[in-house]
């Protein structure tokens, strides 16, 4: 019997490398680092690409190592006084730690991409040598890499051309900020290419479907560049959340060969009702299971350890926590909307100055595009009427309508008539 690695396994189920360490918003931290790194400009149609990577191990250590040298801080910091006030914003900066982890190293701390040259890679000690920090994947297994080329290897060009300049859009007023330039000075003083170096996972990670699934992340990201009224920052949160959602998304469509059947979450909006709990507890195991079923499918009669299976499970579970669709990582557990979540998915549901009836929000786009059933007409087309009373999943839905409203993206009219969507950003 021949043997099989997690990721080349993960490449072949799913385009990419979905690997637990790499679970959350490291995808999409990944994502930007292929799209503002590659020498040949953002999302070129070139099959073979360059990347300029930075690691930023200067800042990282400053906030998270006491073990830097205080010659390298002198080097680069005016006093003590500097220094302090230069870790403390640092520290705001970084990324939202992956829950259930403890207090990162250096190596796991990872800035967030407020601005161009907070863009880094990995990095990590190479032996017990501290002086010495190489630029290698421990985070950024390749899910980025392949979410890179699938928006590059868009067949639709018109939408691939207003993606390009809606990611470009969201840094250029920023060139000159002093945010970013303190992040490029720091920057210059971690390692980094010396000139652009071809990536291995990224020129595996071309298994591009180009199907509906592929689109409907596409369409996604279009339509939250698309939205001017709202600050850069939030665009790019919204593309880091939607990335890892709909990974999530992905876990459920190209596993559901292995088990032969049209598959989907339960949301538990309302969190009032245990019977809707338990059926979300539920629908998460399911949703779980199908992932090892789906592995045992692909692999084919190759052989893969438990540890290098596991490696693959706990993407998803750990993803989806981080992203708000479950409750916890550990414990009882079930699927649910965090605010973020709801805003992020108003966001890539609706188009810049359009408006989307909240019923079409929930049954065209959630249920039949995401799988996410939470009305009574998903529960009644997925067949949870035979098990749960109707009235059940019409009170979820109210309870999601109060949700989008808390996030500003629901407007009610006099007629009673809910839509979703920013409105007018003229």
């Not at 870790?87 to 207090?103: F, I, M, V, W, Y």
């Not at 020129?203 to 992340?217: A, C, G, I, P």
Request: net charge positive; aromatic share 10%.
């Amino acid at each position: 019997m021949t043997a099989i690695k997690a990721p080349d396994l993960s490449i072949e189920m799913f385009g990419g490398v979905l690997y637990a360490d790499s679970a959350g918003a490291y995808p999409g931290l990944e994502l930007f680092s292929f799209l503002l790194g590659v020498e040949e400009g953002i999302l070129p149609s070139s099959p073979d690409i360059k990347l300029k990577r930075y690691a930023h191990d200067f800042a990282r250590r400053l906030v998270h190592d006491e073990s830097l040298p205080q010659e390298s801080k002198t080097n680069v910091l005016a006093d003590k006084h500097s220094e302090e006030s230069i870790r403390k914003l640092l520290s705001c900066l970084e990324l939202e730690q992956k829950a259930g982890t403890k207090k990162p190293t250096w190596k796991g701390a990872h800035f967030f991409p407020y601005t161009k040259s907070l863009v880094h890679w990995d990095a990590r000690f190479r032996g017990e040598n501290t002086s010495n920090v190489i630029l290698e994947r421990q985070y950024y297994r390749g899910a980025g890499a392949y979410i890179f080329n699938v928006l590059r290897f868009d067949p639709n060009q018109e939408r691939l051309n207003s993606i390009r300049n809606g990611i470009s859009e969201l840094f250029d007023n920023k060139e000159d900020s002093p945010l970013e330039n303190l992040s490029r000075t720091l920057r210059k003083h971690g390692s980094f290419d010396k000139a652009p170096v071809s990536d291995e996972v990224e020129s595996k990670s071309r298994n591009v479907f180009n199907d509906e699934l592929e689109d409907l992340f596409r369409d996604g990201v279009f339509n939250i560049l698309s939205h001017k009224s709202i600050p850069a920052v939030s665009k790019i949160k919204a593309i880091v959340n939607w990335t890892g959602i709909w990974l999530i998304i992905v876990g459920n469509k190209r596993t559901r060969i292995a088990v032969e059947n049209n598959s989907y979450f339960i949301i538990d909006c309302a969190g009032t009702n245990q019977q809707l709990r338990r059926a979300s507890q539920k629908s998460l195991k399911d949703y779980l299971k199908q992932i090892a079923d789906g592995i045992t499918y692909f692999r084919a009669g190759r052989d893969i350890t438990s540890a290098q299976s596991q490696k693959i499970k706990g993407f998803f579970a750990s993803t989806a926590a981080n992203m708000k669709l479950i409750n916890a990582l550990t414990g009882r557990r079930h699927f649910t909307f965090g605010l973020n979540c709801i805003e992020t998915l108003a966001l890539v549901a609706v188009h810049s100055n359009s408006e989307m009836p909240f019923e079409d929000f929930v049954y065209d786009w959630l249920y039949k595009k995401c799988s996410f059933v939470i009305g009574r007409r998903s529960a009644s087309e997925a067949g949870l009427l035979n098990v749960l009373d109707a009235s059940i999943f019409e009170e979820n839905e109210r309870k999601l309508a109060d949700q989008v409203k808390a996030v500003g993206m629901l407007r009610v009219y006099s007629d009673a008539t809910k839509m979703v969507g920013l409105g007018s950003e003229k």
